[in-house]
């Protein structure tokens, strides 16, 4: 069935915790009805940042709300809900976030990671509604993604599935080569640079742009492999770039040794506006759709 035609009517409050700053939104009617935000607390005290946690959600939460996605960048289990050693909130090495905020607001709460996140996200708001198994895969300033199979997020042990950046490649691993650190690890410059440059046709930017897209493909095919996805659904900041290498990317692509897997696969980017609190959100609708 075709999640447009699964209506889930569900006013839901969807969290991003990132590095810097903390947003949440409630959810309503499929789209983001009201944003809080604040700065993460520069403090070793983990109860400090789960205040100011507590203080947003307080901020946009009301009776309406049936539960709460939280989406963080690191490792999670995401049964018990306990959050491990949170990618530049060092005080955050082992929370139990789903406890604390279960027992704050009397809801149900869920919480994954980022890349996770926005595969769901994708699946029950964006261009993912039109397939039930894919890959969401974040290429950004790393490298990873969320697996959905059967329409729903594939279930792990150690929130490890998808790390596909992880795997080693060449003289590093796969990250160094396929996600944003490409361009500082072997042009010795920024990604946002580069792409201005290839955009105005400048050979050197245009050849590392074709690099990437070879490694990328490489990558893909990994992933391949592994999922045999029906599609792979692009974001981060790299994926705005996808003009410039998905030439080269799909050149590399086409020697996969099973052809027909090519010509099903579809390879699109994300056009979903605040993913990152829709991919939230989504955790619930995965859990109960």
Same mark, same amino acid.
């Given at each position: 069935m075709k999640i447009s035609e699964k209506v889930t009517g569900k006013t839901i409050i969807g969290v991003d915790m990132g590095g810097t700053k903390i947003r949440t939104g409630k959810i309503k009617n499929n789209a983001v009805d009201t944003i809080a935000s604040d700065f993460v607390p520069k403090t070793d005290d983990a109860n400090e940042v789960t205040d100011v946690l507590i203080k947003l959600i307080t901020n946009v939460i009301d009776k309406e709300v049936a539960g709460i996605g939280i989406g963080v960048p690191s490792l999670v289990d995401s049964e018990k809900g306990i959050v491990y050693n949170v990618q530049n909130i060092? &005080?955050? %090495? %082992?929370?139990? +976030?789903?406890?604390?905020? %279960?027992?704050k607001f009397g809801i149900p709460v869920y919480i994954n990671n980022d890349a996770n996140c926005f595969a769901v996200g994708e699946r029950f708001f964006g261009k993912g509604r039109e397939h039930e198994d894919f890959v969401g895969l974040i290429c950004g300033t790393g490298l990873g993604a969320g697996i959905i199979k *059967? $329409?729903? +997020?594939?279930?792990?042990? *150690?929130? $490890? &599935?998808g790390e596909f950046g992880e795997i080693p490649y060449l003289d590093q691993i796969y990250e160094y080569y396929c996600s944003g650190q490409f361009f500082p690890n072997v042009y010795n410059e920024g990604g946002e640079a580069m792409a201005k440059k290839a955009r105005e046709n400048d050979p050197r930017a245009l050849k590392a742009y074709d690099e990437f897209g070879h490694h990328l493909g490489k990558a893909i095919k990994t992933i391949m492999l592994a999922v045999d996805p029906a599609a792979i659904i692009m974001g981060g900041g790299v994926a705005e770039s996808f003009e410039l290498y998905s030439d080269e990317m799909w050149n590399e692509i086409r020697d996969f040794p099973y052809p027909r897997s090519v010509e099903n696969l579809q390879i699109v980017t994300t056009q979903t506006q605040e993913i990152a609190l829709l991919g939230a959100a989504a955790l619930y609708l995965d859990a109960n759709v």
């Open positions: 060092p &005080s955050w %090495e %082992e929370v139990f +976030l789903k406890d604390i905020l %279960e027992d *059967n $329409g729903h +997020l594939m279930p792990d042990r *150690n929130c $490890g &599935s």
